[in-house]
């Protein structure tokens, strides 16, 4: 049988083996719940808060419509077909050692080539995956844009594969321009998506506390007709970093 080549080893704080749980699961759950009951918006200013670079240009869900996806990522890196050492599996048998919550990222070089199709997608939403994403185009869209499961892409080709192949699982990579490592969380929607790294997901949190009042205040405000300057006062406030131990934004009576 296909063994999928593991090679996620050597980076701080990335656990060997994807089976062992993540201390912080449980902030990939809020961030999912952010996502869906206010908006992506939130999550995005937290980014920018605290400087960090994950937005993934061009890539948005097949179908359209408001797909949002949170989870952790697994990464598989693409190459030119050389003609030797080629992938030992088959897509679905590497889709099939992923646990169900992950995403799947590909770092294809914004290829023009497809790389999935409404069958290896439908096999990755029954394998339980919250999304793939990749920065090639797809096929099939009408089929993949009914599944339970969104795919983000860069758009759709009937152009086949024929001149890429899988490289390596679990390695850092670029998708749309921004650096993926494994174990970092991918936010998706149907504005587009963006990965934060593992490490600042504890800050990222501490700040989406804070902005998705200030977001509340806001619109809020705009319909309510306030005044110009306190309109203009808390979309400065979306800027400015909720520093460590300061309680979230109060909204003034």
Not at 243 to 250: L, R
Request: charged share 15%; hydrophobic share 45%.
């Amino acid at each position: 049988p296909c063994r999928v080549p593991m090679t996620c080893t050597g980076w701080p704080g990335l656990p060997s083996r994807f089976e062992t749980a993540c201390a912080s699961v449980s902030i990939v759950a809020v961030l999912g719940i952010v996502l869906k009951l206010t908006s992506p918006g939130p999550i995005f200013y937290s980014q920018m808060r605290l400087g960090l670079h994950g937005w993934m240009d061009g890539l948005h869900p097949v179908g359209g419509g408001a797909r949002f996806a949170v989870g952790r990522a697994r990464t598989l890196l693409f190459g030119p077909k050389r003609g030797a050492g080629a992938w030992p599996c088959s897509m679905y048998a590497t889709i099939a050692v992923l646990s169900p919550g992950e995403i799947l990222v590909f770092g294809a070089g914004g290829t023009k080539e497809n790389l999935i199709g409404d069958n290896m997608a439908g096999f990755a939403a029954k394998r339980g995956l919250a999304a793939l994403v990749t920065d090639s185009t797809v096929r099939d869209s009408a089929g993949i844009g009914v599944l339970p499961m969104p795919v983000y892409a860069a758009g759709t080709a009937v152009r086949l594969p024929l001149h890429i192949e899988p490289v390596a699982l679990d390695v850092p990579l670029t998708c749309g321009g921004a650096q993926v490592r494994p174990g970092d969380v991918v936010v998706a929607g149907e504005d587009g998506t963006l990965v934060l790294p593992s490490a600042h997901l504890d800050d990222v949190l501490h700040q989406v506390e804070d902005l998705v009042l200030v977001e509340a205040a806001l619109q809020q405000a705009i319909a309510a007709d306030a005044p110009l300057a306190t309109i203009e006062g808390l979309v400065r406030r979306k800027k400015i970093s909720r520093g460590a131990g300061e309680a979230p934004f109060t909204a003034p009576t």
